[in-house]
Structure formats: structure tokens, C-alpha cells
């Protein structure tokens, strides 16, 4: 019998709103969870050197900086006007492109213009999968890579979800819905994705236990020929 997440908060804020807020505080608050997420990434081996790259879930630009310094080019999507403000003043270069836009409508992008796609942190805020990954799959050359890094299912049914906490003490948390691994799984093999490797990382130190599940699912797909 499949298990079943746990019913939507009703205080949760929508994506928009929670991250004009949460966009002047992101970087400078601990997140463990965006921390391994920007560790994973840099040692996923992805073929950056020389690549086009449309990098979705953009935020504040800390993943953006480090696929720069690698990429002949970046396109970096989000859909807050105030991450991607934090990320534009980090002055990345000519090379590098901000779009707001919300992911989960068609992109503006040409077909087969992008290398490798990456997604990062983005997933648990969108209702449906598949437009998502149809468009990672349209915007992919043939052969391309898609990377993505969630927070771990598992997390999610334990009662976690994107968050944080305000100068008055008051915790926010962020609009979320549950995708299961078979979920990712599915919906990348009916868009013309096939898996390369599939990691549940937990941070450095801390005890795996059922108290403690992975803290990311990430998934190396690449685009079939």
C-alpha cells in the first residue's frame, strides 16, 4: 500500500511571496540542506567545461557562480524577481543569463540549446512533474544531461519541507507538494529521459537512521538519442 505524505499545512505561504521574503536572509542562514545540495553538485562530475547550460530554481545565484567559472554559457531561471536580484549582483559575466519565469510554463527557450540542465531545490514547489521535465527535454540537445537535486522524499513525508524563520521568531513555510521517487522516475522516462545514477546523500556526520533519512535525491539523467 503506497504511504500516503501528510496533509498540506495550512500556513504554508505561496513560492512567490515566501521567497520575496526569504531572499534577503537565504544566504546568510543556515541551510544544511542547500549546503550539501551546492557540495553535491560540484562533485556530481557533470561535462561543464565548454557547455551550455540552462540551470532552473536559479535563486541567489550560489550554484550559478560555480557552473560560470566552468560554462561557455548559463541561463539561470527562477521565478522570483528578488532571488534573481541577489543573483545578478554577484556580476557573473556576459556569459551568464537571468529569466524570471515560472518552470512549470513553456520556456522561452530554443530547442535543443542546452548542453546539460540542472534543477536545484525546485521540484518540491511544483505541482506536476511533467511540464517540467517536458521542457528540460525540449530545450535539451539529443544526448543532453539533465541533473536533478531534491530534497529526499522521505524528508517530505517525515514532515520536512522548505523553510525558515523571520525576525519576529515566526517560521514560514513554503507552498510544497510530495513527489516520490517512482514520481522523478516516471515522469523522466516519459519525457525521453534514461537514468545514469540515482545518489541519496546525507551530510557529512550525521547518523542514517530512520530518524535521520537522506537529506537529498539526486538523479543523473540524460536525454535519449
Request: aromatic share 6%; glycine share 8%; charged share 25%.
Amino acid at each position: 500500500m503506497p504511504i500516503s505524505p501528510p496533509d498540506t499545512p495550512d500556513d504554508e505561504i505561496p513560492v512567490r511571496t515566501a521567497y520575496r521574503a526569504w531572499a534577503a536572509i537565504y544566504d546568510d542562514n543556515e541551510n544544511r540542506t542547500r549546503d550539501l545540495d551546492a557540495a553535491c553538485l560540484a562533485s556530481a562530475g557533470l561535462p561543464l567545461k565548454g557547455a551550455k547550460i540552462v540551470e532552473f530554481g536559479a535563486g541567489t545565484g550560489k550554484n550559478t557562480a560555480y557552473l560560470a567559472r566552468h560554462a561557455a554559457s548559463v541561463v539561470a531561471i527562477d521565478i522570483s524577481p528578488e532571488m534573481l536580484a541577489k543573483a545578478r549582483a554577484r556580476r557573473l559575466g556576459d556569459h551568464v543569463t537571468f529569466l524570471e519565469h515560472d518552470i512549470s510554463r513553456d520556456w522561452p527557450l530554443a530547442a535543443g540549446s542546452a548542453d546539460i540542465v540542472i534543477g536545484n531545490l525546485v521540484l518540491e514547489h511544483v505541482r506536476d512533474l511533467l511540464p517540467v521535465m517536458a521542457q528540460a527535454a525540449r530545450t535539451l540537445r539529443p544526448g543532453g544531461r539533465l541533473y536533478l537535486s531534491e530534497l529526499h522524499p522521505c524528508r517530505q513525508l517525515a514532515g520536512s519541507q522548505a523553510r525558515f524563520d523571520q525576525a519576529d521568531g515566526s517560521t514560514v513555510r513554503v507552498e510544497a507538494y510530495y513527489h516520490g521517487v517512482s514520481d522523478y522516475l516516471a515522469a523522466a522516462e516519459a519525457t525521453g529521459f534514461s537514468l545514469l545514477g540515482l545518489e541519496e546523500p546525507i551530510e557529512t556526520g550525521a547518523r542514517v537512521s530512520a530518524e535521520t533519512p537522506p537529506r537529498l535525491l539526486v538523479l543523473n539523467l540524460v536525454k535519449r538519442v
